[in-house]
């Protein structure tokens, strides 16, 4: 199948000749928290010289735990979101967990993200296409690389076909998720922008009894993996402090060592694009 055109976000282009990264903390903690991870990534990719949307979730749906910190919400979420974007010049991209979320997010966001655990929801799609924003999808834990197809049509079918996918790894046995770095071939050879998912790749699920843990330190190895296997760009949470973080903190990576990340993934799709 032909390769598909660039799927433009604001000023970024997913499937062009750069690398794009998605970078950002897990959850909102607070307004002042991302504020200053907009401001130091922002810094970051600008002396690197790289392509990014800035990633923030204003809700945490799917907590292992009730007790587990969620988000400041939709509507506060969003309207953060939407200034650092304007403020800083950078696109923004956030998930959506429902129609009305959709339909919210839609008119701040740049780019809606679909949860994997919720990438078949028909509604959540249907809701996500009439936006006409770009979406990213992420490919269930539970899905093969070639059941992507399925969503790729719903999308098309809602009258959006400005979308890309994300491998975030997929179930192995209990607690446990493993990267098939075939994923990436399969997904880009049916015609689809990829984007490779390193933390959320590095989960074990539940794996602390009630909350996730993960071996963030093995979410460079695999983003390093995924560029060369070949794919449109990364996906990593980064924090300044992941020992501290309200969510995720196990697989997001420090923010001071971003920059040695980017340039390595930099030199490596370099050299097998």
Avoid at 26 to 43: D, G, L, Y
Avoid at 201 to 208: D, E, I, K, L, Y
């Amino acid at each position: 199948m032909a390769k598909p055109k660039p799927l433009r976000v604001a000023k970024v282009s997913i499937g062009g000749k750069q690398p794009v990264f998605i970078l950002g903390p897990c959850v909102i903690e607070s307004e002042k928290f991302v504020w200053r991870m907009a401001n130091k990534i922002v810094q970051v990719c600008t002396a690197e010289d790289v392509d990014f949307i800035f990633k923030a979730s204003y809700d945490k749906a799917n907590r292992t735990s009730v007790h587990s910190f969620r988000g400041i919400g939709v509507h506060d979420g969003c309207e953060i979101l939407w200034a650092i974007g304007r403020e800083l010049k950078v696109p923004v991209t956030t998930d959506v967990h429902s129609p009305a979320e959709a339909e919210i997010a839609g008119e701040k966001i740049d780019m809606l993200q679909i949860p994997a655990f919720l990438c078949r929801q028909t509604d959540l799609l249907c809701a996500a296409a009439k936006t006409d924003r770009p979406i990213n999808v992420k490919k269930g834990q539970f899905l093969a690389p070639w059941d992507v197809r399925n969503i790729a049509e719903k999308l098309t079918a809602f009258g959006n076909s400005q979308f890309c996918f994300t491998e975030r790894g997929t179930m192995f046995g209990y607690n446990n998720l493993v990267a098939d770095m075939r994923s990436l071939y399969w997904m880009r050879q049916a015609g689809y922008r990829v984007i490779f998912d390193a933390t959320h790749s590095v989960q074990r699920p539940g794996g602390a009894g009630d909350s996730t843990s993960g071996d963030g330190i093995l979410a460079p190895v695999l983003a390093r993996a995924a560029m060369a296997a070949g794919c449109d760009g990364i996906f990593m949470e980064v924090h300044e402090n992941p020992r501290r973080a309200l969510s995720d903190g196990p697989n997001q990576i420090p923010l001071s060592d971003l920059p040695k990340h980017l340039r390595m993934l930099k030199a490596i799709h370099a050299s097998v694009s």
